[in-house]
Each structure stands twice: as structure tokens, then as C-alpha cells.
Nanobody, 121 residues
Framework: QVQLVESGGGLVQPGGSLRLSCAAS????????MGWYRQAPGNQRDLVAT???????NYADSVKGRFTVSRDNAKNTVYLQMNSLKPEDTDVYYC???????????????WGQGTQVTVSS
């Protein structure tokens, strides 16, 4: 079983910053891609940013230049530094990890429980 535990959400004023963290734990061989998605009630879950184990990143156009994704492979942890936050960034943010288990070729996707980010004055 794999658990993803997120932290760092909260309330921030427009133009402010927040840093999200997500730590993976459990018995697995490796984590290929880790990333962040966000979802508002009634909407689909959208990509925010992903990062491979080698450090290749991918961002949604709406967050390029403002958000930075990083990871610590030794700690199985992914981070999302969010700067210049806007009210439209308000959402529940979910951590995602693509996990591989020893002896298995398939990669399995796991999700965190979600953390609320609210940008408001």
C-alpha cells in the first residue's frame, strides 16, 4: 500500500506565496512521475505540474513562471512552490505519484487526500 500525505495548503492574499509538500510512504520499488493537480467542486481534476525522477518538469500554461515543482527522490517527496498567487488559483490541490513495485512491470497511480488552497483578500 502506498500513502501520499500532503501539507502546506491554506489561506493567502493575492500576490502571496505558499509551498505544498507531498511525501510518499509504503513498500514500492520506485516512483516515476510525481506531480500536482487541482480541482474545484463540480469540475474535472486538472494538471498543475509534474516532475520525473530525472527532474524533467511539465507545467500548465496558467502557472508557468509562477509555480515551481521539485522533488527529493531520497525522501520520496514532491514540492510545489506557488508564487504570485491569484484568486483563480483557489482549488483543492492533489498530489499524484506513479509507483512501480518490485517484480511488476505495471505502473500504478496514487492520489493524496487533497489540500485546500484559498487565495483571497
Amino acid at each position: 500500500q502506498v500513502q501520499l500525505v500532503e501539507s502546506g495548503g491554506g489561506l493567502v492574499q493575492p500576490g502571496g506565496s505558499l509551498r505544498l509538500s507531498c511525501a510518499a510512504s509504503g513498500s514500492f520499488f520506485s516512483i516515476n512521475v510525481m506531480g500536482w493537480y487541482r480541482q474545484a467542486p463540480g469540475n474535472q481534476r486538472d494538471l498543475v505540474a509534474t516532475i520525473t525522477s530525472g527532474g524533467t518538469t511539465n507545467y500548465a500554461d496558467s502557472v508557468k513562471g509562477r509555480f515551481t515543482v521539485s522533488r527529493d527522490n531520497a525522501k520520496n517527496t514532491v514540492y510545489l512552490q506557488m508564487n504570485s498567487l491569484k484568486p483563480e488559483d483557489t482549488d483543492v490541490y492533489y498530489c499524484n505519484a506513479h509507483v512501480q513495485f518490485s517484480g511488476r512491470a505495471n505502473v500504478y497511480a496514487y492520489w493524496g487526500q487533497g489540500t485546500q488552497v484559498t487565495v483571497s483578500s
